[in-house]
C-alpha cells in the first residue's frame, strides 16, 4: 500500500499532513525509544519535509537519517542526509548498483535547514524542517514532483554511540550502502 504525499500551490499547514510514525525499534533500551515522525509535502516543485522527535537527549547534528530516492523509475541511485538538531551534518549519495557512498557537499546549498524546540503536553520535542529546492530534485534525480509521481525513502533515529536505532519501515541492517532495499512508496497527490 502505497503512502500518500500531498501536492498544493499553497502553503499547506504542518498540523493538515499525515503524520508518518516510526514504529520500528531495534534496541532494548527504554531510553531509544523515542516518539518521532515525519511530514511532508510537495509545493511549488518543492519537497518539504518536518521531523517531529520527542527527545530530550538530542544529540546534535547526527540524531536522524533520511534515505530517499525521488526518481526511482530511473535510477538505483538514493541519498543519504544525516542531520539533526543542530543542522545537517552530511548528504551522500549511495550507489546500489556499486556500493559506493559518495558526499555531496555541492548540493547543502540547494537544501534549506530550519530546526526549532519546543514544549507540549508530551514534552520537550524538536523540529528539523527540510525544504529540497526544484533545482536540487532535477540536479540529483532528473524529475519534477507532480501528481503521481513516486518517490521511495525510510527515516531513521539514530542513537550516536550506540547500535541501536528506530526506522519508519522495516530495516535489519546497519550498513548504509544497504538502505536502499527498505524504502518504502510514497505517490503524491493533489490536495
Same mark, same amino acid.
Given at each position: 500500500?502505497?503512502? =500518500? ?22 534496541? !532494548? !533500551?527504554?531510553?531509544? /525509544? ?46 543519504? /542526509? ?5 543542522? =545537517? ?17 555541492? =548540493?547543502?546549498?540547494? =537544501? ?40 521511495? /525513502? ?9 547500535? !541501536? ?17 527498505? /524504502? ?8
Amino acid at each position: 500500500m502505497q503512502k =500518500i504525499i500531498y501536492t498544493s500551490p499553497y502553503k499547506i499547514d504542518w498540523d493538515a499532513q499525515s503524520a508518518f510514525k516510526l514504529t520500528n525499534y531495534y534496541t !532494548d !533500551d527504554e531510553n531509544c /525509544m523515542v516518539f518521532c515522525y515525519l511530514k511532508q509535502y510537495v509545493h511549488n516543485g518543492k519537497l518539504k519535509l518536518c521531523t517531529f522527535c520527542f527527545d530530550r537527549e538530542a544529540a546534535g547534528k547526527n540524531d536522524l537519517q533520511l534515505c530517499f530516492n525521488l526518481n526511482p523509475e530511473e535510477t538505483s541511485d538514493f541519498i543519504v /542526509m544525516e542531520f539533526g538538531i543542530d543542522g =545537517i551534518f552530511s548528504v551522500n549519495e549511495v550507489s546500489c548498483s556499486s556500493g559506493n557512498v559518495t558526499p555531496r557537499e555541492d =548540493i547543502l546549498q540547494e =537544501i534549506s535547514y530550519h530546526s526549532f524546540r519546543s514544549n507540549d503536553q508530551q514534552g520537550f520535542y524538536w523540529c528539523g524542517e527540510i525544504t529540497l529546492s526544484e533545482d536540487f530534485i532535477k540536479n540529483c534525480f532528473n524529475t519534477v514532483l507532480k501528481e503521481k509521481s513516486i518517490i521511495v /525513502m525510510n527515516l531513521y533515529k539514530i542513537f550516536p554511540g550506540k547500535k !541501536d536505532y528506530a526506522s519508519l519501515f522495516p530495516d535489519d541492517v546497519n550498513n548504509i550502502s544497504d538502505k536502499g532495499n527498505f /524504502m518504502q512508496e510514497f505517490v503524491i497527490l493533489n490536495y
